[in-house]
C-alpha cells in the first residue's frame, strides 16, 4: 500500500466511532505527520485554533511524569479525535511515553496517544512519563479534530501558567 493511501486509511479509522485503534500498531505515516489527511476534502485548518495544549513542565528527570491537556479556548468548542506526540526539544525525537487510561491508544512506538473513540470532547489530560535514563526538555505537538471534515494541526504545546 502506498503512503497516500496509508495515510487516507488512518484518517478513516481516525473518524470512525466503532474504532478502537490499530491492532498492530500504528502506520509509520500516522507518527511522522500526526496529521489525519491533507487530502480527499478534508481541509487544513491554519487559522488560530480554538484549543490549547498546554504542559506542567518542560524540562524533565528520569522517569517524571508530566501533565499535558488539550483545553479549549472556547466555551462552545467540543471535537471529536486528538493525537498527542512527545518530542525531545533539541533532537526533535519521539521521547518517553504516555500513561494509559479510558479512552486512550497509546502509540509507544512513537511517543504518541490518540482517542480510541469519536464521542464528544471538551478537554482531555494525559500523563506523559519521561525515559527512566534520559533528562532533557520536552515539547508536545498535537492534532485535533473537531469534526469529520474540520481539523486543526501543529499545536504546539505551551506551559502551563501555575494557578
Known amino acids: 500500500m502506498d503512503a497516500k ?90 521521547v518517553g511515553r504516555f500513561l494509559d487510561a479510558d479512552g486512550l491508544y497509546l502509540l509507544d512506538e512513537c511517543s504518541a496517544v490518540m482517542q480510541n473513540d469519536s464521542k464528544s470532547k471538551t478537554n482531555i489530560q494525559l500523563a506523559w512519563v519521561a525515559p527512566l535514563s534520559q533528562r532533557g526538555d520536552v515539547i508536545f505537538r498535537g492534532t485535533v479534530i473537531e469534526k469529520k471534515t474540520k481539523y486543526y494541526e501543529g499545536l504546539i504545546s505551551r506551559l502551563e501558567s501555575p494557578r
Open 5 to 94: 493511501n496509508k495515510l487516507l486509511v488512518t484518517a478513516l479509522i481516525l473518524l470512525n466511532s466503532r474504532v478502537k485503534g490499530y491492532p498492530y500498531g500504528a502506520p509509520t505515516d500516522l507518527c511522522d505527520t500526526i496529521s489525519p489527511m491533507r487530502t480527499q476534502g478534508l481541509p487544513l485548518q491554519i487559522n488560530d485554533a480554538p484549543y490549547i495544549l498546554l504542559q506542567t513542565a518542560i524540562s524533565y528527570k528520569p522517569g517524571q511524569v508530566i501533565n499535558v491537556s488539550i483545553q479549549r479556548v472556547n466555551p462552545d468548542s467540543t471535537f471529536e479525535g486528538f493525537m498527542v506526540q512527545a518530542i525531545d526539544k533539541i533532537s526533535g525525537r519521539f
